[in-house]
């Protein structure tokens, strides 16, 4: 499995983004896909989950803003960020997980000015 994000930027707080990452390679509707974030000199932490059955987790920092949604048909997941905030910024990445099986696409960088 491949996947290759995009649609990172920068834009100013309390601006939006959509975040897309498209999947190579078949069964992408049985992965658990995920949006990562690693800001400078942090580690990497879970944004957005969502399952096979389409069930959702957020980390709580986001909550209420961000959004993860996935399109089976087109092999892609998305991750649309709204109301951003300075410390959203950081490179994301999307990541597929099956069984004991993960993969991580090559991020994108998210930059979000005051």
């Known amino acids: 499995v491949q996947l290759q994000a995009s649609g990172g930027g920068l834009v100013q707080a309390g601006g939006s983004l959509k975040l897309s990452c498209a999947a190579s390679?078949?069964?992408?509707?049985?992965?658990?896909m995920g949006w990562y974030r690693q800001a400078p000199g942090k580690q990497r932490e879970l944004v957005a989950l969502i399952n096979n059955e389409g069930n959702i987790d957020y980390t709580d920092s986001v909550k209420g803003r961000f959004t993860i949604s996935r399109d089976n048909a087109k092999n892609t997941v998305y991750l649309q960020m709204n109301s951003l905030k300075p410390e959203d910024t950081a490179v994301y990445y999307c990541?597929?997980?099956?069984?004991?099986?993960?993969?991580w696409g090559q991020g994108t960088q998210v930059t979000v000015s005051s």
């Open positions: 390679g078949s069964d992408f509707s049985s992965f658990v």
């Open positions: 990541n597929a997980r099956i069984t004991i099986l993960a993969y």
